[in-house]
């Protein structure tokens, strides 16, 4: 069974440093993997995916993810955070039959100013 | 934005009465699903459906029935409401099953079991 294991459930960075959210997975297969924000009383909204090739993804508004087989990691990152990025996140994976996302509990990210 | 809406929005019932949330998808799409979002959890797969009349379990199917019988409307049924089926509902939709097609969420209906 797929698993997703999101480290840190809050994290919070200035303005303008660097942003690491972590995501480790479980996986028999070769996974399909996702980030997804949340902004308060809102749905999901992609971020990024990585499905093959590259392993260094780049999504919306300056995240990038780098799959790591080896670590079974796909971390989430940005170099200089903004007030706008406080939001929840969600790392998922899916097998590649692809019916079912399985999601990590989620991690709130606090910017400071 | 992907066209999605849940309806109702916000909900409050009591204990053992039967509760029906709707999804409407405008955009023809295969695939749409129900999740759950809670605390601590995440999102929750409930149940999914692959087309019209076709449906399959989530994780967290227990307690919860599903219908779909148009395209474009999946029905989420609790036939006797706990306490511990209060959540945030979102409802899914995909063009395709296939793991590189994203998933795009509706809004969300905040039910409370009283």
């Known amino acids: 069974a797929q698993s997703v294991t999101q480290l840190g459930s809050h994290v919070s960075v200035s303005e303008g440093a660097l942003v690491l959210l972590r995501c480790n997975y479980s996986s028999s297969v070769p996974p399909y993997l996702f980030w997804y924000v949340q902004y308060p009383n809102q749905g999901l909204q992609l971020l990024l995916k990585y499905t093959t090739g590259a392993t260094l993804v780049k999504g919306i508004n300056g995240f990038e993810a780098e799959f790591k087989k080896s670590e079974t990691s796909f971390h989430l990152t940005k170099p200089s955070a903004h007030m706008s990025d406080a939001a929840e996140y969600f790392c998922?994976?899916?097998?590649?039959?692809?019916?079912?996302?399985?999601f990590g509990a989620g991690t709130i990210l606090r910017v400071k100013s | 934005d992907a066209g999605i809406t849940q309806s109702p929005r916000h909900k409050v019932t009591e204990t053992g009465t039967p509760v029906t949330l709707r999804c409407h998808q405008t955009e023809n799409h295969r695939y749409m699903y129900w999740y759950r979002q809670d605390p601590g959890h995440g999102l929750r797969l409930i149940h999914y459906?692959?087309?019209?009349?076709?449906?399959d379990k989530g994780e967290v199917s227990d307690g919860y029935s599903v219908s779909r019988s148009k395209t474009e409307d999946f029905l989420l049924t609790l036939e006797s409401a706990t306490s511990s089926q209060t959540s945030v509902y979102f409802c899914?939709?995909?063009?395709?099953?296939?793991?590189?097609?994203?998933?795009?969420f509706g809004p969300g209906t905040r039910l409370t079991v009283t």
């Open positions: 899914a939709i995909s063009e395709s099953g296939g793991g590189t097609y994203e998933q795009y």
């Open positions: 998922a994976v899916s097998d590649r039959n692809g019916n079912k996302l399985v």
């Open positions: 459906s692959y087309g019209v009349k076709d449906t």
